[in-house]
């Protein structure tokens, strides 16, 4: 006797894990840590005409709270670094990074005494999207390849 | 008379030279008698703008090592006047300017953080760009580019650390005496607002002492994004300057590229090809219109109107697409290049441009009829945010904030540049001064814009874009590939240690930005790697301003002020 017979079409069965993941990447609540060039594309991915409402992630929260995906957009300065890291500090757990741009991912080619040569340095990240600035379409595939790893991730509840 | 000998009548010795090169004025004269001159520059001469002011370090061999530029524009009769006060590296101080120019306070407050000069009778002199506890002066020659002192993490120290910032009763206390408030007692309340907050679009911090809604006083702290575009012009060539130039302001990067590809140019003296004019003018034209398109759009979403965002958005992606398709990049173009443009137009953007400007003015009706006589808009905007005509002259506004208060400065009409003084526009002006004109004026400039690519288009000239000037532009592909002249050539312009080397020399060179007057200050020691370049920021100035028109508004009004002033933080911070 098989389980659907037990259960009849009421029900789908599934590991938990599987289950939260799914639910959990198509419910992204981001936080655009916005600072420079970068947000100029974060403006485009999140309007009408790239819409990054269609994965799940239209909704930018301002609240560090509220908020399970930070998105630093743009160059990190030594002077900032302290907030980006209380920002992220603040946030709930599960929480995921996303580092938007080569400034945030290195530094980008500011080499010099102000920028932080990677974000990285002081808290962990999830995806790295390159380009100064990346177009909106790297953007969406960096959110994709998120979207992957949170789903295969073994989950926290 | 000339003004030179006004000056020298009325001040006799401490006046060394002066010099008159490339068509700039300029004045060098002693410490001492500086005062006494601006003075009689600002009452007697009407130099009623204090344009920019920054220092020029010649390193360690040269004495005096500094020298302090003063930028004067007398708005009334168009003129342009330079100061230099050379300034002796064992005593390093200079007199302040807070009494004559309200934006000397921030512009002192720089040149302190960046160069360690001391100005005497400053009221707060302290640092503006890097934080408390950041040691020297990194604009200093002898300040490595790369020495980092962060505040958290790896390589933190004590004295850098971020929990070393003073609190807030502590940080306002001076500006709260000067306010009037003598005790400040416990009905104060005190709030933070950013460096990273919704309404803030970009990083500024804002720190206000309420007494129940009011702001009594504030205090507004930036540099949050200072990544250093002055230190890396002075590290790299000519050309590698102009990727920075784009990310200064990253909203309207045409723009910057053309200001900073001209001052050079003005150092070798030479002018581009008719139709790279008209191309530079009609791409800085779609830039402004980009602008002014993510200003309106971002204030009207911190208030509320959503949609208006959405429509402005929708305008600014067919432009992007057009620039995209002219330049390669939608946002960091990179397009001029010192002598010419990286390339020709595209066929068939005439009608492309058209077809997108097509589009915009329906985006733009749509945006009108949404916000021009909203109640709740207008409401918010009128009234709010006043600031005076002199009081806008005496803080260095330009732009559309400056023409919201009523007084008609254009650098495209008052200084013209490329081929503004071939077309025909208007400039429009607004009479109150506050939120509401700065938000009409940007929608008439917007309509200008439009009618002044499309006359450009109509009368656009055929032939090259580049200069045929083997100092400056690179040979093409074929001489470079086939005879040796052009290849020695091209090695020359490109590799490192030699490039493009303008004459040694120093030009100033303005052009209306979105925002307003952005001008590159060039100077050259004939070197292949410029010596100085240092941006005139409009938005710096009009954000030292902040705290003055905050101050007895309410708390939800510092959300459209700061929208309105559009502040970028890449040229704020530099």
Redesign the interface.
Known sequence: MGIEQLIGRKALTTRLDAAVGWARKYSLFQYP?????C???Y??VA???YDIDRFGAGLPR?SPRQADLLMVV??V?????????Q?YDQMCNPKWVFSFGVCATSGG????????QGID??LPVDIYVAG??P?PEAVLDGLIKLQEKIRNEKQQY | MTLFEEITEHFSDPIFDRHSRLGDATVILSRDALPGVIRFLREEKRFDFLMDLTICDGGMEKSPRFEAVYHLFAFERKERLRLKVPVEEFDPHLPTLTGEYRNADWLEREAWDMFGVRFDGHPDLRRLLMYPGFEGHPLRKDYPKDRRQPRIGPGSTPATAFEREPALPERLGKALTAAGVADPGEEIMYLNMGPSHPAMHGVVRVMAALKGETITASDVEIGYMHRCFEKEAETHSYMGVIPYTDRLNYVSPLINNVGYVMAVEKLFGVTTPERCRYIRVILSEISRIVDHLTCIGAFAMELGAFTVFLYLMKARESLYELIGEVTGARLTTSYTRIGGLRGDLPPGFDGECRAAFRKIRKDISECDRLLTRNRIFYDRMRGVGVISAADAISFGFTGPCLRASGVSHDVRKSSPYLIYDRLDFEVPLGTEGDNYDRYLVRIAEMEQSMRIVEQALADLPDGPVNLDDRRMTLPPKEEVYNSIEGLMNHFKLIMDGHGIRPPAGEAYFPVEGGNGELGFYVVSDGSGIPARVRVRAPCFHMISALSYLIRGQMIADVVPIFGTLNMIAGELDR
């Open positions: 840590f916005a600072t420079a060039c947000s100029m594309e403006m485009s309007c009408a005409h301002w743009g160059t300065s030594h002077k900032l670094a302290p907030i980006l890291r920002v080619f500011y080499n010099n005494y102000a920028t932080v340095t002081i100064c600035p177009r």
